[in-house]
Every structure is written in C-alpha cells, then in structure tokens.
C-alpha cells in the first residue's frame, strides 16, 4: 500500500512539471514601417525594404489598397490584418509587437511604437492625362 501511496505522489508531482504547449502564439518585437500593398514592392535579393511615400501610401488605402507591414528584420512584406491605426502610423519607423505567421506572410499588431518620422518620395510613376 505505501508503494501504491508512492507511485500515486510521484505520478501526480511529475504531471505538474510537464510543460504544455502555449496556445497563444508569440509576440514578436520588429522594426519598419506600414505601406499598403500597390506602393510595397519585394525587394530583390541585394535590396533592403524601404519606406513608401507618405502621401502616396495614404492615398492609396484610403481607395482600398490593403495595408501590409516592411520588416527590417525579415527584408519581407507581411499582410497586417488587423491594426486600424495604421494610417495614423504611415510616414514613421516603427517598432511593432505583432503575431506574425511566417508561412502566410500576416501579422496581427498587438502595439506600435513610433521611433522616427520618415521622408520618402513615391516611386510610383505619375498618370499623364
């Protein structure tokens, strides 16, 4: 009977050491900056991400285009699917705390952090007509 007790103690000391997997995914900490998706391009393989004129990236997700996150850390454009402010934080070098799915290239912003204010130029052509 005590080795029963024993057993029993050990087994039971033993289920609360064992580590079960977080169900929440982890938040990861990134620098860039917010475009939307017709100014970002990919950069080629020499090329860093860089910013998107302000103006222009402002226009256009005011007419839709679909917000996407510049990943300094990554040098790739992730999808953001769920951060309303981001045409508040256009124009800015940002630290964000984000889930992010690697294999379908979103992010789900938990908090933005602005770290510099940015100038760049549209490199978009101009429409004649």
Not at 24 to 42: M, Y
Not at 97 to 118: P, Q, W
């Amino acid at each position: 009977m005590k080795t029963t007790i024993v057993v029993a103690l050990t087994a039971m000391l033993s289920i609360g050491s064992i580590e079960l997997p977080s169900s929440a995914p982890p938040v990861q900490r990134w620098t860039g900056w917010f475009s939307d998706q017709q100014c970002a391009r990919e950069p080629k393989a020499d090329e860093a991400v860089r910013p998107n004129g302000t103006g222009c990236v402002k226009q256009c997700l005011l007419k839709g285009s679909p917000p996407v996150f510049l990943s300094e850390e990554t040098n790739a454009i992730y999808k953001v699917l769920d951060y309303p402010g981001v045409q508040d934080d256009v124009g800015y070098r940002i630290e964000v705390a984000a889930v992010v799915d690697e294999k379908a290239k979103t992010m789900s912003i938990r908090s933005v952090k602005r770290l510099s204010e940015v100038t760049a130029m549209c490199l978009l052509p101009k429409k004649r007509g």
